[in-house]
């Protein structure tokens, strides 16, 4: 398998533009989800989906972010307006059903190798 | 709803010996609790994890230890090295919320040679 892919690796935008990061999670797994990462912030969960459903989506910042799951392979977050704080790694990770304590669970996060961001 | 906390934000230690990272959480009902390396520009990777059935799981020099009365979990580098340097973060799962990850801050080792 691949693991999860991510796109694009780079992006510099200026300020205002429209900036679309996509996802593919790996085959089979049924959650998605989209971090931030800064040096200032840490790591930030923003959204993830269950099925293609978004199920929690309290930690997206504001209206100016939006995340679409069309279909189990694929996914995309996107900013429109995107300001400088923007700015950020944006990883993406996905994960397979199942959360038994006594059996081997598939509990693993799997990371994209992330988007770098830089808006000027 | 869950809290995890992780100290020390950096760590320096020497080559050759040991480290230890330490999170405390909240959630009592929380069960599992893995703990990721972040190497320079890389993407978090899980290296351990633990689940609350047990209270020690070791593989080769790493090792997390879990100690659900007090609440606490840690990660034992022993023998570092170099490659040892990394961004490590730990998380625990929160229970009433589809099960997902509360991530601590991560902590910076430093290997000095």
């Known amino acids: 398998d691949a693991g999860v892919i991510q796109s694009p690796r780079h992006e510099v935008t200026e300020m205002g533009q429209e900036v679309t990061l996509r996802c593919k999670p790996i085959?089979?797994?049924?959650?998605l989800f989209w971090y931030r990462q800064t040096m200032m912030r840490g790591l930030e969960l923003l959204i993830y989906?269950?099925?293609?459903?978004?199920?929690?989506d309290s930690g997206m910042p504001e209206d100016r972010f939006s995340a679409k799951m069309p279909n189990a392979s694929f996914s995309t977050l996107k900013i429109q307006p995107s300001e400088p704080r923007d700015s950020a790694v944006y990883f993406c990770?996905?994960?397979?059903?199942?959360?038994?304590?006594?059996?081997?669970?598939?509990?693993?996060?799997?990371f994209g190798p992330g988007t770098r961001l830089t808006v000027l | 709803g869950e809290n995890v906390e992780q100290h020390p934000s950096t760590l320096s230690v020497q080559e050759g010996d040991s480290a230890v990272i330490k999170c405390t959480y909240s959630?009592?009902?929380?069960?599992?609790f893995p703990w990721y390396k972040q190497e320079l520009g890389k993407r978090p990777q899980l290296i351990i994890d633990?689940?609350?059935n047990v209270g020690e799981k070791k593989d080769q020099r790493i090792a997390v230890t879990l100690n659900k009365t007090a609440k606490h979990f840690s990660l034992h580098i022993t023998e570092t090295q170099p490659e040892d340097s990394a961004v490590y973060f730990c998380?625990?799962?929160?229970?009433?919320?589809?099960?997902?990850?509360?991530w601590g801050a991560g902590t910076k080792l430093i290997i000095k040679p």
């Open positions: 959630d009592s009902a929380s069960n599992y």
């Open positions: 633990i689940r609350s």
């Open positions: 085959s089979g797994h049924d959650y």
């Open positions: 989906f269950n099925n293609n459903v978004p199920i929690d």
């Open positions: 998380a625990a799962r929160q229970m009433d919320s589809n099960y997902q990850l509360i």
């Open positions: 990770a996905s994960r397979r059903a199942g959360n038994s304590v006594y059996h081997p669970t598939t509990d693993t996060q799997y």
